[in-house]
Structures are given as structure tokens and as C-alpha cells.
């Protein structure tokens, strides 16, 4: 949308909207991020080579899903970022 046909109402939807998938692409990738190390210190006291490579794979899982998160909240950078309350 170009900006200078948006109305306010619009923007003030852009800018909720990216505070939204911002602020929830955010917890996501936590619970991704303790979960990755939750799987690597369970990968320090495993020794079964099965086990190992299934951690492998769910380690490997999780860094895919911080990618996708991460390329999702791309789509938003464009849009505007919530107004500063001590402007």
C-alpha cells in the first residue's frame, strides 16, 4: 500500500498488525530457543547413536522453524512500527 494513500485507520491496522506478529514471532522463537537447549543438553548425557541422531534431527527441525518465524516476520518490516508513547 503506498503510504501516502493510507488512511490513518489503515495505518493504525498496519501498525497493530506487525506489533502482533511481532510480538508473537517473538515468544515463538523462546520456545524454539529453550527447547534447542533443552535437546542439546539432553545430546550431553545421551550415548546411544539412535538417540543422537534423533536430537540431531529435532535440533535440526527447530533451527528450520526459527528460519521460517523469522522469514514471516519479514513480510511485515514494511509495515509501520507502533508509535513511540513518549514522542
Known amino acids: 500500500m503506498n503510504p501516502a494513500t493510507e488512511t490513518s485507520l489503515e495505518h493504525a491496522e498496519r501498525v497493530q498488525i506487525k506489533d502482533l506478529v511481532r510480538h508473537h514471532v517473538h515468544d515463538l522463537r523462546n520456545c524454539i530457543n529453550c527447547a534447542n537447549m533443552e535437546a542439546s ?24 522453524m526459527d528460519k521460517l518465524a523469522s522469514s514471516f516476520a519479514k513480510n511485515f518490516a514494511h509495515y509501520p512500527d507502533p508509535e513511540d508513547p513518549t514522542d
Open 41 to 64: 543438553l539432553l545430546g550431553d548425557s545421551v550415548t546411544d547413536p539412535d538417540m543422537l541422531e534423533s536430537l540431531a534431527s529435532i535440533r535440526q527441525q527447530m533451527m528450520d
